[in-house]
């Protein structure tokens, strides 16, 4: 997940402001012309409408490209033009076909030399729209005090609501059966075989809750639901992304559940052979012990500053403790069918056994990703020395919004990245990879890899709960843009707002990519932070900019894709101001 939204803090880097442009009104014949042009363009059907199609001007446009106080005269034409004009299909074959507004901006300056930056200057948002705005829509007070905030949407906010809801459970379950145990005549209610049964379902629950195929569906059951329905309910529904709280608690769960079972071994186990029952026990201690630390390992800070030996340890010790669980059970059930009051053998104890068919279905989940594992051939291309964009050709178009697997050594490391669908539904994806780490380091700086292993299935992100919602703004900074560009590329025909923050966006992250962010939406917030700073003077924070933006497009949510800092600050900005938002949350 580290390495999936690369570097987001570019906003916070820079130094120096757009200079004003000069623009000049339309006149009463070209108004009228536009006003025509508009009023014979096609009106959506309740149906697309439905859909959430951009087929008419959002309420207002604050932020329209080209809109600058002070524009050049000799472009004031085709400014005002594109000004107007909402149709995505127009604006995308200006730009794609070179005799937009862009070119003839470029050639009225054949004297200076041609950067792809400079075709996008007068896209970039300055201090003054950005400015106007937040003036226009100014962001309100939380409806609550701060401390209400903090414990509704930091401490007690969905993924921690999920927690509390398993871990819970499993408590009040573990206090009933403990309290039955300490009266004799109820001892046989509940046996350390019980207990195994327990820690087996948790284990299987948390590692449900990382199946590739158990997210999709959890993501479907969702966007299924009618986009017609209020948004009062699609808001919640739409907090699916959240089912990583269902795996933490699931694997604290299964701690607990062992530790109760520890107790019941060495309180009630009495192996007929004495091996078998040193076995128990002594594999007992050393199950618990791994499971600590497992759990220690994966307290959110150390995950963060041991992200590399945290991957490993989770891995490997996660195996190591399958298998041990299972040669427990093996030698449990032994020591059971050799009782002499046993009628049974091992094997048909066995069978009758839940934890067997749960251990069963574990060991699948272990390996169903190893059987999917494949070499992907792929083409860099250096978008600047910052990024690259890895494009892959595929057999069939690649679903929207999912995440796919990278590694050079499979056994040892695996970074999850967003696919990008090319924008024409052809059989091919890619994948932005920013300066964020060791491993996207020597990617981007070293001769690229001919291939790159991936294993499992695409899983569905975040950015898919944009489905949900008939209008939507979508706020990325750096590279955070690829996981929206997942969505807006395989639909630039939805009703939405871009919010966009990089340093030098068009030089790091290429022409083409830009090109792609206006054909979803011609009038994009794109924020050059190389030329208009956040830490300027009376500038608005992303914040604002967000809240403007939702508030003037009209959406019904908010989608933010940024590194953690930026993430949780802006979601919870929003949240404790009643505006739906969602943001990925770095928990694997």
């Known amino acids: 997940m580290a390495d999936s939204v690369a570097n987001f803090d570019d906003q916070h880097n820079n130094n120096n402001m757009n200079e004003p442009t000069t623009t000049t009104s339309t006149t009463n014949m070209e108004m009228m012309e536009l006003s025509n042009d508009n009023n014979n363009k096609p009106q959506p059907t309740p149906a697309q409408l439905e859909d959430g199609l951009l087929l008419q001007n959002p309420p207002s446009a604050h932020l329209a490209p080209n809109s600058r106080d002070n524009e050049a005269p000799q472009s004031r034409s085709s400014v005002n033009t594109l000004e107007q004009e909402s149709d995505f299909e127009m604006i995308e074959n200006q730009i794609e076909s070179g005799s937009s507004t862009l070119q003839q901006h470029n050639n009225n300056h054949s004297n200076k030399e041609e950067t792809p930056q400079d075709n996008f200057d007068e896209y970039m948002a300055d201090k003054k729209d950005l400015q106007r705005l937040a003036d226009d829509f100014p962001l309100p007070l939380p409806k609550h005090n701060e401390r209400y905030n903090k414990l509704r949407y930091a401490h007690f906010a969905v993924y921690q609501r999920l927690f509390a809801v398993v871990v819970g459970i499993n408590l009040v379950l573990i206090a009933t059966f403990a309290a039955l145990l300490t009266t004799t005549s109820k001892s046989a ?113 150390l995950r963060a500053k041991f992200h590399n030996q945290w991957e490993l340890s989770h891995r490997f010790l996660g195996w190591t403790l399958v298998v041990l ?167 630039p025909e939805w009703a939405m707002r871009i919010v966009w923050s990089a340093r030098t966006p068009a030089l790091s992250y290429g022409k083409k990519n830009m090109q792609n962010v206006l054909r979803a939406d011609p009038k994009a917030i794109i924020l050059d932070t190389s030329k208009t700073s956040f830490k300027e003077e009376g500038m608005p924070d992303l914040v604002r900019l967000a809240y403007g933006a939702y508030r003037d497009f009209e959406a019904e949510g908010v989608v933010v894709i940024s590194n953690p800092k930026v993430t949780k600050e802006v979601v919870f900005a929003l949240e404790s101001r009643k505006v739906p938002a969602y943001g990925a949350i770095f928990d694997s």
Not at 350 to 377: D, E, G, N
Request: glycine share 6%; with cysteine; net charge positive.
């Open 189 to 301: 209610v509940f046996m350390y075989g019980d207990a195994v049964t327990a820690v087996a379902a948790n284990i299987l629950l948390a590692m449900l809750m990382r199946q590739e195929n158990c997210i999709n569906m959890l993501f479907h059951s969702v966007l299924s639901l009618p986009r017609s329905w209020p948004v009062s309910i699609r808001r919640h529904a739409a907090k699916v992304y959240c089912y990583g709280g269902v795996h933490t608690a699931s694997g604290i769960s299964a701690v607990l559940w062992y530790l109760f079972f520890v107790v019941l071994v060495f309180r009630d186990f009495v192996a007929v052979n004495e091996a078998l029952g040193n076995a128990v026990k002594g594999l007992a201690g050393v199950i618990m012990c791994l499971l600590v630390t497992l759990c220690a390992a994966s307290y959110p800070t």
């Open 325 to 491: 669980i299972w040669i427990q059970l093996c030698c449990v059930v032994a020591s059971d069918a050799l009782k002499p009051e046993s009628s049974s053998n091992m094997g048909s104890i066995l069978v009758k056994t839940p934890a067997f068919w749960m251990l069963l279905i574990i060991s699948f989940l272990l390996v169903y990703p190893w059987m999917r594992l494949r070499k992907v051939y792929l083409t860099v291309e250096k978008l600047s020395a910052h990024a690259i964009q890895v494009h892959v050709k595929t057999k069939k178009p690649i679903p929207t919004c999912v995440g796919i697997s990278f590694s050079r050594s499979p056994l040892i490391e695996n970074h999850k990245f967003a696919t990008i669908p090319n924008p024409d539904k052809e059989s091919a994806f890619s994948v932005i990879i920013a300066n964020n780490g060791d491993w996207t380091h020597q990617l981007i700086n070293d001769s690229p890899p001919p291939f790159l292993w991936t294993r499992g299935i695409p899983s569905l992100g975040v950015a898919r709960v944009s489905k949900i919602f008939r209008r939507i703004v979508l706020v990325a900074t750096g590279s955070g843009i690829g996981p929206l560009m997942s969505f807006f590329n395989s639909h």
